[in-house]
């Protein structure tokens, strides 16, 4: 049994993890779904994540070995950047933004 710590669900039963954006590093980004992967393609994609059993579309569940960061596009589980990644509705930054956001107000 794996219990994921974002939705509290069993991996194993292929439901999907919570859709709520994750906060990194106070910036608010948007899971990456099974399927939707950016800058690399598997050979054989599936209809199911092969580790945490979501079906193609889905959240793939935190902590999943084949889980893109939404913030460094590398694999989440060992890149860092999700040892800092809490849901996006929590109240301990009240001024996150978007990467979006980010990049505005950086410019102008």
């Keep these: 049994m794996a219990i994921c710590t974002f939705c509290g669900n069993d991996m194993i039963h292929g439901t999907t993890c919570s859709e709520e954006r994750l906060r990194i590093g106070g910036l608010d980004y948007e899971p990456i779904r099974w399927g939707e992967e950016k800058g690399y393609r598997f050979q054989y994609m599936t209809e199911r994540c092969g580790d945490c059993n979501v079906p193609k579309g889905a959240v793939h569940h935190h902590g999943c070995d084949l889980e893109q960061c939404p913030a460094c596009y590398s694999q989440a589980i060992s890149c860092g950047c999700m040892d800092d990644c809490t849901p ?13 956001d980010a990049g505005k107000r950086a410019i102008g």
Excluded: E, I, L, V
């Design 88 to 100: 996006a509705n929590t109240p301990s930054d009240a001024n996150a933004t978007t990467p979006a």
